[in-house]
C-alpha cells in the first residue's frame, strides 16, 4: 500500500495554541516544584519522625505510582473529596507541580547530603543559628548541585504535561488528537507534534550533559 | 457524601485481570527491552560512525518526546505505513519495548563507560577476539554495574506502561477508570488502583536502594 504524505492539511494554528498551554503548564508545574521541591526536601530529611513520615510518605507516593492514574486520581477525585471546583488548568498545573515537587524533593535531598559536613561546622563555628545555616550556606551549594537534575526532572514534566490531553486539558497533545481525528491525518499530526516535543526537549537535555560534563571536570 | 470501598471488591476480578495485563505487558518488555537497550549501547559505543548516528538519532527521539505520543503514533501510525493491522497487544509491546530499549541503552552505555580501558588492553595483550571480549569480559562486569540502575527503568516501565490504557488496552488502569465510570466511584476505585501501584512499585525501588549497595560493596573489593 501506498501512502500519500499530506502535511498541507495538518493546521498549525490549534497546535501552536496547543503548545502554548503545555509551556504554561510545564513553567508553572516548575515553578511550583523547584521552590516548594527544597522545603519538602528538608521535611524528609527532619530528625523528627512526625515530619519525616508524612513527607516521605508523599514523595513515594508520587515516585512509585503512574503518573496518568496521579493526574486521572486528580482530576476525578480532588473535587469530589475536597468538594472544591477549580478550572481543568489549575488542576493540571497542581497535579504536574506536585508530581514534580516530589521528584525534585530526591534531588535535592541527594544535594543537601552532599554539602560537606566541614561547612556546616564552620557555620556553627561562626555561630550561624540553624535558619542561617540552611539559608546560607546549605541552599545555594545544593540548588547549584541540583540544577542538572532539576532542570532533567523539568524535562521529565514537559513530557509528562503530555497526560493532562486524557482529562481534556487543551494542550498540545489534545490539539493533536483533536486534528487528526477531524483531519484523517494520524501520520502527519503525531510526527509533526512528536518533533515539536522533541525540538524543545533535546536543546534543554543538551545543556545538562554539558553542565555535567562541566562538573566531572571540576570535580577532577 | 459517604465512601464504600466495598465497591471494589465486587469487582476484583476485572482488576486482577487488568493487573495480570499490566504485568504481562511490563516483563515482556522488561525482557525485548533489556536486549535491544544492550546492542544500542554497544552501537553507541561502536567505532563506526553510522551505527553511533543512527543509535543515537533513536535514543535522543525516544527520550525527547512524550510516552504517550510514541503510543500514539504506533497505534495510528504504524498500521498505516506497514500495511498490516496490528493487534493491541503487539503495538503495545513495540511502543514499550523501543521506549525501554533508548532508556536501557543509556544505562548500559554507562556501565560499559565505567570499565577502565586498561580491560580492553589485557584483552588485546591475550589475543582474545573480539566476540569473546564481548561475552567473557565486557558483558559480566557492564550487567552487574547495570543492574541497579536497570531495576529503576524496570519500576519506570511498570508506571509508563499505565499509558497503554489511553489507547485501550486493557490494562490495570483501563480497567479501574471503566470501573469508575460505570460505577460512578471513582475516589474508591481510582485510589484502589493507585494503591495497587503503589503496592508493587515501592517495594521495587526499595530493593534498588539494597541492590546498589551490594554491587557497590562487591566492586569496591
Same mark, same amino acid.
Given at each position: 500500500?501506498?501512502?500519500?504524505?499530506?502535511?498541507?492539511?495538518?493546521?498549525?494554528?490549534?497546535?501552536?495554541?496547543?503548545?502554548?498551554?503545555?509551556?504554561?503548564?510545564?513553567?508553572?508545574?516548575?515553578?511550583?516544584?523547584?521552590?516548594?521541591?527544597?522545603?519538602?526536601?528538608?521535611?524528609?530529611?527532619?530528625?523528627?519522625?512526625?515530619?519525616?513520615?508524612?513527607?516521605?510518605?508523599?514523595?513515594?507516593?508520587?515516585?512509585?505510582?503512574?503518573?496518568?492514574?496521579?493526574?486521572?486520581?486528580?482530576?476525578?477525585?480532588?473535587?469530589?473529596?475536597?468538594?472544591?471546583?477549580?478550572?481543568?488548568?489549575?488542576?493540571?498545573?497542581?497535579?504536574?507541580?506536585?508530581?514534580?515537587?516530589?521528584?525534585?524533593?530526591?534531588?535535592?535531598?541527594?544535594?543537601?547530603?552532599a554539602v560537606p559536613r566541614?561547612?556546616?561546622?564552620?557555620?556553627?563555628?561562626?555561630?550561624?543559628?540553624?535558619?542561617?545555616?540552611?539559608?546560607?550556606?546549605?541552599?545555594?551549594?545544593?540548588?547549584?548541585?541540583?540544577?542538572?537534575?532539576?532542570?532533567?526532572?523539568?524535562?521529565?514534566?514537559?513530557q509528562q504535561s503530555a497526560?493532562?490531553?486524557?482529562?481534556?486539558?487543551?494542550?498540545?497533545?489534545?490539539?493533536?488528537?483533536?486534528?487528526?481525528?477531524?483531519?484523517?491525518?494520524?501520520?502527519?499530526?503525531?510526527?509533526?507534534?512528536?518533533?515539536?516535543?522533541?525540538?524543545?526537549?533535546?536543546?534543554?537535555?543538551?545543556?545538562?550533559?554539558?553542565?555535567?560534563?562541566?562538573?566531572?571536570?571540576?570535580?577532577? | 457524601?459517604?465512601?464504600?470501598?466495598?465497591?471494589?471488591? $465486587?469487582?476484583?476480578?476485572? +482488576?486482577?485481570?487488568?493487573? #495480570?495485563?499490566?504485568?504481562? *505487558?511490563? !516483563? &515482556?518488555?522488561? %525482557?525485548?527491552?533489556?536486549?535491544?537497550?544492550?546492542?544500542?549501547?554497544?552501537?553507541?559505543?561502536?567505532?563506526?560512525?553510522?551505527?553511533?548516528?543512527?543509535?543515537?538519532?533513536?535514543?535522543?527521539?525516544? $527520550?525527547?518526546?512524550?510516552? +504517550?505520543?510514541?503510543?500514539? #503514533?504506533?497505534?495510528?501510525? *504504524?498500521? !498505516? &505505513?506497514?500495511? %498490516?493491522?496490528?493487534?493491541?497487544?503487539?503495538?503495545?509491546?513495540?511502543?514499550?519495548?523501543?521506549?525501554?530499549?533508548?532508556?536501557?541503552?543509556?544505562?548500559?552505555?554507562?556501565?560499559?563507560?565505567?570499565?577502565?580501558?586498561?580491560?580492553?588492553?589485557?584483552?588485546?595483550?591475550?589475543?582474545?577476539?573480539?566476540?569473546?571480549?564481548?561475552?567473557? %569480559?565486557?558483558?559480566?562486569?557492564?550487567?552487574?554495574?547495570?543492574?541497579?540502575?536497570?531495576?529503576?527503568?524496570?519500576?519506570?516501565?511498570?508506571?509508563?506502561?499505565?499509558?497503554?490504557?489511553?489507547?485501550?488496552?486493557?490494562?490495570?488502569?483501563?480497567?479501574?477508570?471503566?470501573i469508575s465510570n460505570n460505577?460512578?466511584?471513582?475516589?474508591?476505585?481510582?485510589?484502589?488502583?493507585?494503591?495497587?501501584?503503589?503496592?508493587?512499585?515501592?517495594?521495587?525501588?526499595?530493593?534498588?536502594?539494597?541492590?546498589?549497595?551490594?554491587?557497590?560493596?562487591?566492586?569496591?573489593?
Open positions: 500500500m501506498g501512502y500519500s504524505f499530506d502535511f498541507r492539511s495538518v493546521s498549525f494554528g490549534p497546535l501552536w495554541e496547543g503548545l502554548i498551554v503545555t509551556l504554561q503548564l510545564t513553567v508553572a508545574a516548575n515553578i511550583i516544584g523547584v521552590v516548594l521541591g527544597f522545603p519538602l526536601a528538608l521535611l524528609i530529611m527532619s530528625r523528627f519522625a512526625p515530619i519525616r513520615l508524612p513527607a516521605m510518605l508523599f514523595v513515594e507516593f508520587f515516585r512509585c505510582t503512574p503518573a496518568i492514574v496521579q493526574i486521572v486520581w486528580f482530576f476525578y477525585c480532588v473535587p469530589m473529596l475536597f468538594n472544591v471546583f477549580l478550572g481543568s488548568m489549575t488542576m493540571g498545573i497542581l497535579a504536574l507541580g506536585l508530581n514534580l515537587m516530589a521528584f525534585n524533593a530526591e534531588a535535592y535531598r541527594a544535594a543537601i547530603q566541614e561547612q556546616l561546622d564552620a557555620g556553627i563555628a561562626l555561630g550561624l543559628n540553624p535558619l542561617q545555616r540552611t539559608l546560607y550556606i546549605v541552599l545555594p551549594t545544593a540548588v547549584r548541585a541540583s540544577i542538572p537534575v532539576l532542570l532533567t526532572n523539568g524535562i521529565g514534566i514537559f497526560l493532562v490531553a486524557i482529562v481534556a486539558v487543551q494542550d498540545l497533545m489534545y490539539q493533536a488528537k483533536t486534528l487528526a481525528t477531524e483531519t484523517y491525518r494520524p501520520i502527519e499530526t503525531f510526527t509533526i507534534v512528536a518533533l515539536v516535543y522533541f525540538a524543545v526537549s533535546f536543546p534543554v537535555s543538551q545543556i545538562v550533559g554539558y553542565l555535567e560534563r562541566r562538573r566531572q571536570l571540576m570535580m577532577s | 457524601m459517604a465512601y464504600d470501598f466495598s465497591v471494589v471488591l $465486587r469487582f476484583q476480578d476485572a +482488576l486482577a485481570l487488568g493487573l #495480570w495485563m499490566t504485568i504481562k *505487558l511490563t !516483563l &515482556i518488555c522488561v %525482557v525485548l527491552g533489556c536486549s535491544l537497550g544492550f546492542f544500542i549501547g554497544l552501537a553507541r559505543t561502536s567505532r563506526s560512525a553510522f551505527l553511533r548516528a543512527v543509535s543515537s538519532i533513536y535514543v535522543e527521539f525516544f $527520550r525527547g518526546t512524550p510516552v +504517550l505520543v510514541q503510543l500514539f #503514533w504506533i497505534f495510528f501510525c *504504524l498500521p !498505516l &505505513i506497514l500495511g %498490516v493491522e496490528l493487534s493491541n497487544l503487539a503495538s503495545g509491546v513495540i511502543a514499550l519495548t523501543l521506549y525501554m530499549g533508548a532508556i536501557t541503552s543509556e544505562t548500559f552505555r554507562a556501565s560499559l563507560k565505567s570499565i577502565g580501558p586498561e580491560q580492553l588492553d589485557a584483552c588485546v595483550a591475550l589475543g582474545l577476539p573480539r566476540r569473546v571480549q564481548v561475552t567473557s %569480559v565486557i558483558l559480566p562486569q557492564a550487567v552487574l554495574r547495570a543492574v541497579p540502575t536497570l531495576l529503576s527503568n524496570c519500576v519506570s516501565l511498570f508506571k509508563e506502561s499505565a499509558l497503554v490504557s489511553a489507547v485501550g488496552m486493557a490494562d490495570l488502569m483501563f480497567v479501574g477508570q471503566n460505577t460512578a466511584r471513582p475516589v474508591e476505585v481510582l485510589t484502589v488502583v493507585a494503591l495497587i501501584y503503589f503496592v508493587i512499585a515501592f517495594p521495587l525501588t526499595r530493593a534498588v536502594t539494597l541492590v546498589e549497595r551490594r554491587v557497590l560493596a562487591k566492586l569496591a573489593i
